[in-house]
C-alpha cells in the first residue's frame, strides 16, 4: 500500500464533525495526545483502528485514506458507468460500479478512462440471433493484445477474459446491451456504444464521419 490516512484527512473530517480531540479519542480508546500526534504527522494510527476512526467521523474507510469524498451513488448508478481497474504487473482486472480504493501488488490503481476506438482498434459487431459477435482487428502476440472484451447493459456486464495467441472475439446475450468495452495492454481501454444497424462484421465500424456523428448520437441517447 503506497497511500494511508493522513493526519490533515483527520484533522479536517474531525472538525467538520464539530468534535475535539478528547472527544474523539474517548471514542477510540486511545488518548487525545494520540491523536494530536497524527493530527501533527507525528504518528500513525494502527490500521486496526481505521474502521473505527472511519465510523467516528462518518466516512467511509476508503474516503478516510484518500482524503476524498465518495458520493454513495451505486445505489442509483448503473454499468453503463462502470470503472475498470488494470493492474499493470499482472494483468488482473477488477470491475466497480462506483468509486473504489484498489491496490494490487501493492501498487495503487486509478480507473481506466475509455478511449473511442480508432483505425488500429477497429471492432466489429454482428447480431446472430439472441446474441452480438463481437470482433477486434487486432494481434494478440504475447507482446500486444486484448485483455477481455465486455457488453454492458443497465443492470448486468458481460465479460470474456482473453488470452495472447487466442481470438480476439467474443459472443454476448444482447439483453439490452448498449455500451462494448474492450482493453489493449499497451494502448488502454476502449468503449463502443452500439446503435441499431450501424454495426455490421463485415462493413467494420470503422473512422468515418458518419461513425462520429453516430457516436454523438449514442451519447446523447445512453449518457
Request: aromatic share 8%; glycine share 6%.
Amino acid at each position: 500500500m503506497n497511500q494511508y490516512v493522513t493526519g490533515i484527512t483527520i484533522k479536517e473530517l474531525r472538525e467538520k464533525n464539530k468534535i475535539t480531540q478528547v472527544q474523539l479519542a474517548e471514542k477510540l480508546g486511545v488518548s487525545d495526545k494520540t491523536v494530536s500526534k497524527w493530527e501533527t504527522g507525528k504518528g500513525y494510527p494502527d490500521i486496526t483502528l481505521l474502521e473505527p476512526i472511519a465510523d467516528a467521523l462518518r466516512v467511509s474507510v476508503a474516503e478516510l485514506i484518500t482524503g476524498n469524498p465518495v458520493r454513495n451513488s451505486n445505489v442509483s448508478a448503473n454499468m453503463m458507468r462502470s470503472k475498470f481497474y488494470i493492474c499493470p504487473v499482472c494483468g488482473n482486472v477488477i470491475h466497480s460500479m462506483g468509486e473504489a480504493v484498489i491496490h494490487c501488488h501493492g501498487v495503487l490503481l486509478q480507473p481506466e478512462v475509455a478511449e473511442e476506438t480508432d483505425e488500429e482498434h477497429m471492432i466489429f459487431v454482428e447480431r446472430i440471433e439472441d446474441e452480438y459477435f463481437v470482433r477486434i482487428e487486432h494481434e494478440m502476440t504475447k507482446s500486444h493484445y486484448i485483455s477481455f472484451i465486455s457488453a454492458a447493459s443497465a443492470d448486468r456486464m458481460q465479460m470474456v477474459k482473453l488470452y495472447p495467441e487466442g481470438s480476439a472475439e467474443a459472443r454476448f446475450k444482447i439483453s439490452g446491451v448498449k455500451k462494448i468495452f474492450f482493453y489493449c495492454n499497451r494502448s488502454g481501454l476502449f468503449s463502443l456504444n452500439l446503435i441499431k444497424g450501424i454495426d455490421d462484421r463485415n462493413g467494420g465500424y470503422d473512422n468515418t464521419q458518419e461513425r462520429r456523428e453516430l457516436e454523438k448520437a449514442a451519447k446523447k441517447l445512453f449518457g
